[in-house]
């Protein structure tokens, strides 16, 4: 069990190395993938003067284990 998590690691660090050029080169001359880029990376843009009440932001994610 170790070693296929050596690999599937060694396989997603694989896939960053060929595909960030790409995507970086995209993110660079294409407006369509800098716009909302700080809120995607938790930058949120609070409205100021609504009288609004703090807020907490909650993320959550359901992931599923399949055994075969």
């Known amino acids: 069990m170790r070693m296929i998590q050596l690999?599937?690691?060694l396989a997603l660090l694989?896939?960053?190395?060929?595909g960030a050029p790409w995507w970086l080169w995209r993110m660079a001359t294409t407006h369509k993938y800098r716009e909302g880029l700080l809120e995607r990376l938790g930058w949120v843009k609070l409205a100021k003067g609504l009288g609004v009440q703090p807020?907490?932001?909650v993320h959550a994610v359901s992931v599923a284990r399949f055994w075969l």
């Open 7 to 9: 690999f599937y690691n």
């Open 55 to 57: 807020l907490i932001w």
């Open 14 to 18: 694989a896939a960053l190395a060929a």
